[in-house]
T-cell receptor, first 111, second 113 residues
């Protein structure tokens, strides 16, 4: 039981490049979410999903896309990376919205 | 618009003493509150929660107190141990959208041996 896994652990992008952050969970949780953590800001919700085929926006969705084709996977796509998207990204899952299980994070730097 | 605030970026206590971490919120619709603990290079892990119908919830060395009238909650750790050194995040949700969890900025706790 691996819990929540995220790849890659580290990534450096140039402004304008696109990429996908991968997230997978093996706990059969319906709820999955993506957060970004910035100094002095805590964690801010980007997008979330309450089940396969259902996604919705969180507090800071601009510049990011998500999809949920399976219960296990919830990838986050950066369409055109900007320096403001330099952050640590966490994926989480839970059987309901509270008490979430977080992955180890992806540290993204956009130059 | 930071709806959940942790005004102390850091706290240092001696091993064996009490650690008190504070959290304030502005949204009166919040009805469920959580504390997460985060070690460096790891994701946050759930620690303890409290519903707005309670004013106290206890789990071992950890107790969370909720003061709804003051829109304030606190996490007490007694006794504090060096392994408790981490960043602690307060979080809250409302019944109108319990999928939208708001976090505070975190408090870094250091427990000195």
């Amino acid at each position: 039981n691996a819990g929540v896994t995220q790849t890659p652990k580290f990534q450096v992008l140039k402004t304008g490049q696109s990429m996908t952050l991968q997230c997978a969970q093996d706990m059969n949780h319906e709820y999955m979410s993506w957060y970004r953590q910035d100094p002095g800001m805590g964690l801010r919700l980007i997008h979330y999903s309450v089940g396969a085929g259902i996604t919705d926006q969180g507090e800071v969705p601009n510049g990011y896309n998500v999809s949920r084709s399976t219960t296990e996977d919830f990838p986050l796509r950066l369409l055109s990376a900007a320096p403001s998207q330099t952050s640590v990204y966490f994926c989480a899952s839970s059987p309901r919205a509270t008490e979430q299980y977080f992955g180890p994070g992806t540290r993204l730097t956009v130059t | 618009d930071q709806q959940v605030k942790q005004n102390s970026p850091s706290l240092s206590v001696q091993e064996g003493r009490i650690s008190i971490l504070n959290c304030d919120y502005t949204n009166s619709m919040f009805d469920y509150f959580l504390w997460y603990k985060k070690y460096p290079a790891e994701g946050p892990t759930f620690l303890i929660s409290i519903s707005s119908i309670k004013d106290k919830n206890e789990d071992g060395r950890f107790t969370v107190f909720l003061n709804k009238s003051a829109k304030h909650l606190s996490l007490h750790i007694v006794p504090s141990q060096p392994g408790d050194s981490a960043v602690y995040f307060c979080a809250a949700t409302s019944p109108y959208n319990n999928n939208d969890m708001r976090f505070g900025a975190g408090t870094r706790l250091t427990v000195k041996p």
